[in-house]
């Protein structure tokens, strides 16, 4: 049986994802920070199921309670099969008033994270000569947002560590790609006004926000095709062709 690990898999996109590979016969390890009870709730639900699945508290800041996860999940599966690196945050501010500690918090929640979690992994992908990471950046990463300008700076580094990385771990038939989602109906944009998402509704081609459900079966299918590394996939409707 595969391991799979999902980092902010209590919430949003990564509670779709657990649900996803939990569903499908995964060892699912869901990574949490400050959403105990979420994480409590989907353990217990997917548990009485008869579904193999684990929770972990860490801060993916902090390079000790990483490294202390990914023993946990070493120790306990033997393996770590697929990474998926999908917690973050948002913020939205213009540029002129986001200060120094906003743009840290920023790159450290949603890019530093990514560095610690996945090369805390990669040894043990490598080893095994196999392994595929997922990381989801967002379409802001890819043609930049208004008043999201750490954000976009944060999700474009994470395209840019996903294309090298993937020309790195080739070799070692691990696959690294990430996933660009548009308007996605999660928390995260629960900041949007309804007028505000319907507008933007109307200039995506399928005329509709997605949801954590099509994100977590396109991080599925992803997962387990070998002749793909290195790509970026937008899934947004077609809002940005």
């Not at 049986?1 to 939990?22: D, N, S």
């Not at 043990?124 to 008043?147: E, F, P, Q, Y």
């Not at 200039?203 to 994100?215: F, N, V």
Request: hydrophobic letters at 40%.
């Amino acid at each position: 049986m595969k391991t799979v690990l999902i980092t902010g898999g209590a919430k949003g996109i990564g509670k779709a994802i657990a649900y996803e590979f939990a569903n499908c016969g995964y060892n699912v390890v869901i990574n949490y920070k400050t959403s105990e009870q979420q994480a409590i709730q989907i353990k217990e639900e997917l548990t009485k199921q008869g579904k193999s699945v684990e929770i972990y508290n860490a801060d993916l800041c902090k390079k000790e309670e990483v490294e202390n996860m990914i023993k946990f999940v070493v120790d306990k599966y033997k393996t770590i099969d697929i990474l998926i690196n999908n917690a973050g945050i948002s913020q939205i501010k213009p540029f002129a008033d986001i200060e120094e500690n906003d743009w840290d918090n920023m790159i450290n929640n949603n890019l530093k994270s990514v560095y610690l979690t996945t090369k805390a992994v990669i040894s043990n992908m490598i080893n095994n000569k196999n392994g595929s990471i997922i990381n989801i950046s967002s379409i802001w990463g890819v043609v930049g947002g208004s008043c999201e300008v750490h954000y976009s700076a944060a999700k474009a580094g994470i395209i840019g560590m996903t294309k090298a990385l993937a020309k790195e771990m080739a070799l070692s038939n691990i696959n690294v790609n990430a996933i660009a989602p548009g308007l996605i109906k999660t928390d995260m944009n629960k900041n949007l006004k309804e007028e505000e998402i319907k507008d933007i509704e109307e200039d995506i081609p399928l005329e509709r926000a997605g949801t954590p459900e099509e994100i977590a079966k396109t991080v599925k299918w992803l997962s387990e095709t070998k002749y793909i590394t290195g790509q970026i996939i937008r899934v947004d409707g077609g809002w940005q062709m």
